[in-house]
T-cell receptor
């Protein structure tokens, strides 16, 4: 499972508050991804990283920012959470052979 | 990425082979066919991928038609733990290319 942990696993917050989700990996994988999963939409890419301090936008990046200051950590920040960001968030990693992405256990975020 | 079409749901008897079809008629020549699955409440799990040739690993076999417009994932001896949603994805093989998960096929393995 590539040693991926996500924290927190569950979070309830209020509209307008900032939220940071953390993804931590122990496999020294170069590539890291943040996805969200919603009913009817499948899994959609928010942002990804191809190295320390190298990030790029995915399909649904509006309202999200990311940072990667260390190989092992990839942070997803919602600057001002909205109810539309209620979702399950998955982190994934991939090594040099990026055929296979390894997914973390997910974070269930509820924005009231 | 090419669009893929999968049946919404399938049933399979435990111990029998599960054959999951996927249609990707608009796939381009350099797009790979990937299969992932997601067991309830867990993160997706990679199963197998291929370009043209049939592939086999410890989890499954992937059969791609000669014209590459469709493929079949085969779980040779399905168990109850194989109950999951299976996603077929056609994508270019590069790091920045996202995995686009559509609806997938909900496979129910029954005793």
């Amino acid at each position: 499972d590539a040693g991926i942990t996500q924290s927190p696993r569950h979070k309830v917050t209020e509209t307008g508050t900032p939220v940071t989700l953390r993804c931590h990996q122990t496999e020294n994988h170069r590539y890291m991804y943040w996805y969200r999963q919603d009913p009817g939409h499948g899994l959609r890419l928010i942002h990804y990283s191809y190295g320390v301090k190298d990030t790029d936008k995915g399909e649904v990046s509006d309202g999200y920012s990311v940072s990667r200051s260390k190989t092992e950590d990839f942070l997803l920040t919602l600057e001002s959470a909205t109810s539309s960001q209620t979702s399950v968030y998955f982190c994934a990693t991939a090594g040099q052979s990026y055929n296979e992405q390894f997914f973390g256990p997910g974070t269930r975020l509820t924005v009231l | 990425d090419a669009k893929t079409t999968q049946p919404t749901s399938m049933d399979c008897a435990e111990g029998r082979a599960a054959n999951l079809p996927c249609n990707h008629s608009t796939i381009s020549g350099n797009e790979y066919v990937y299969w992932y699955r997601q067991i309830h409440s867990q993160g997706p799990q990679y199963i197998i991928h291929g370009l043209k040739n049939n592939e086999t690993n410890e989890m499954a076999s992937l059969i791609i038609t000669e014209d590459r417009k469709s493929s079949t994932l085969i779980l040779p001896h399905a168990t109850l733990r194989d109950t999951a949603v299976y996603y077929c994805i056609a994508r270019l093989n590069n790091a920045g290319n996202m995995l686009t998960f559509g609806g997938g096929t909900r496979l129910m393995v029954k005793p």
